[in-house]
């Protein structure tokens, strides 16, 4: 089956910092991937959409200054949390589709583990 | 019995009993709906899918019931087991933008 992977699983960085979060998809190529977010005990909110060879498109609200994102290939997108604060300590998961027949989008999104990050 | 936590919604089932977790999802233009099952400090996994074509559609001990008339879809799980204990999200894609809404999820503890 379709395998997302990311890295690191958890990392901790002071306050003023910068990190960057990959996001693989290891046995097929993805032209778009997903990037949420994810507080305790709460839903996953979409962050923004990184699309192979252009820009990201992001949601309402989030920074994309703060929030860069590279998607320089059909296997990788990274997320880089720029000058990170505590407020925005979270876990962060990257998602992708694998196209179904005609290039449906109707197909499942298949998620990494995601990355605790914790800004102190 | 069901309760309302924190932020979670959660149900609480006897092992070996059926579970039945539901989802309202807000956008008529929705085709194609998904349920993810989370487990603490892991990203979702997928369980089953449905397109708006359908009411029902079976799994590997789970079913999902398509209600588009009142915007309602729900997820059964026949003989509950403790590594069914997680929290469970329904997903809607909105056709025009193909991305993933999720749904506020629902934690399901059982009870061995």
């Known amino acids: 089956g379709a395998v997302v992977s990311q890295h690191p699983s958890w990392v901790i960085c002071k306050s003023g910092t910068s990190v960057k979060i990959e996001c693989r998809s290891l046995?097929?190529?993805?032209?778009?991937m997903f990037w949420y977010r994810q507080f305790p005990k709460q839903s996953l909110m979409l962050m923004a959409t990184s699309n192979e060879g252009s820009k990201a498109t992001y949601e309402q609200g989030v920074e994309k200054d703060k929030f860069l994102i590279n998607h320089a290939s059909l296997t990788l997108s990274t997320l880089t949390v720029t000058s990170a604060h505590p407020e925005d300590s979270s876990f962060y998961i990257c998602?992708?589709?694998?196209?179904?027949?005609?290039?449906?989008?109707?197909?499942?999104?298949?998620f990494g583990n995601g990355t605790r990050l914790t800004v102190t | 019995g069901e309760s309302v936590g924190l932020h979670l919604p959660t149900l609480s089932v006897q092992e070996g009993d059926n579970s039945i977790i539901n989802c309202a999802y807000s956008n008529s233009a929705s085709d194609y709906f998904i349920w993810y099952k989370q487990e603490s400090g892991k990203g979702p996994q997928f369980i089953i899918d449905i397109r708006s074509n359908m009411d029902k559609r079976q799994g590997q001990r789970v079913t999902v019931l398509l209600n588009k008339t009142v915007k309602h879809l729900s997820l059964q799980i026949a003989a509950t087991q403790p590594g069914d204990s997680a929290v469970y999200f329904c997903a809607e894609n909105i056709s025009r933008n193909n991305r993933l809404a999720f749904g506020k999820g629902n934690q399901v503890v059982v009870i061995p």
């Open positions: 998602s992708a589709r694998v196209l179904g027949v005609n290039r449906s989008y109707n197909s499942p999104l298949h």
């Open positions: 046995d097929f190529q993805a032209t778009t």
